[in-house]
């Protein structure tokens, strides 16, 4: 993620998948020379009638670097006999270095086509969001706050 005029300026982000619920990673954040650990946990999966129950540490907000802890319920739904979907998550993240909890959400909308559009509330500012996915590469654009723009590219392998 890119953030020009951010305090990070840049955050970059390898995720490891150790199995179906965990996942382990590390965040550098380039203006800090920072290292963040990272970790997301399911405790329950998400099944036809319930959301999945998840458990992150890590990052809590783009842009910020800030350390902190989540946890959320987040549920898929599957739209025009599968040509597009939906996703929520609502739940309370900790920000450790302000020692406050607050709410956090998000709503994406997917097409079968790579597009989503969405919106995530970090606790603090709302941020829109486009992105486009094809095979194992992804880019998009957030706009932080709904103001400053923030470029993102990922690639899994």
């Not at 009638?49 to 990052?59: E, T």
């Not at 939906?86 to 993240?93: E, K, P």
């Not at 919106?119 to 094809?134: E, H, M, S, V």
């Given at each position: 993620m890119y953030a020009p005029g951010s305090i990070t300026t840049d955050e970059t982000f390898i995720?490891?998948?150790?199995?179906?619920?965990?996942?382990?990673?590390?965040?550098?954040?380039?203006?800090?020379?920072?290292?963040?650990?990272?970790a997301a946990y399911t405790l329950a999966p998400e099944t036809s009638?319930?959301?999945?129950?998840?458990?992150?540490?890590?990052?809590q907000g783009i842009g910020t670097g800030n350390p902190g802890y989540s946890a959320t319920l987040e549920k898929n739904f599957i739209l025009d006999g599968g040509k597009s979907s939906?996703?929520?998550?609502?739940?309370?993240?900790?920000?450790?270095?302000?020692?406050?909890?607050?709410?956090?959400?998000?709503?994406?909308?997917?097409?079968?086509d790579g597009f989503s559009i969405g919106?995530?509330?970090?606790?603090?500012?709302?941020?829109?969001?486009?992105?486009?996915?094809?095979?194992?590469?992804?880019?998009?654009?957030y706009l932080v706050g709904g103001e400053h723009p923030a470029f993102l590219f990922g690639m899994r392998f």
């Open positions: 995720w490891y998948r150790a199995n179906d619920r965990l996942r382990l990673g590390i965040a550098h954040l380039l203006k800090q020379n920072a290292i963040r650990y990272l009638r319930s959301p999945s129950v998840n458990l992150s540490a890590g990052v939906i996703n929520l998550f609502a739940g309370v993240g900790f920000r450790s270095n302000e020692n406050i909890a607050r709410e956090v959400a998000g709503l994406k909308f997917t097409t079968n919106i995530q509330d970090d606790g603090k500012l709302r941020n829109p969001f486009a992105t486009y996915a094809t095979g194992n590469f992804v880019a998009g654009i």
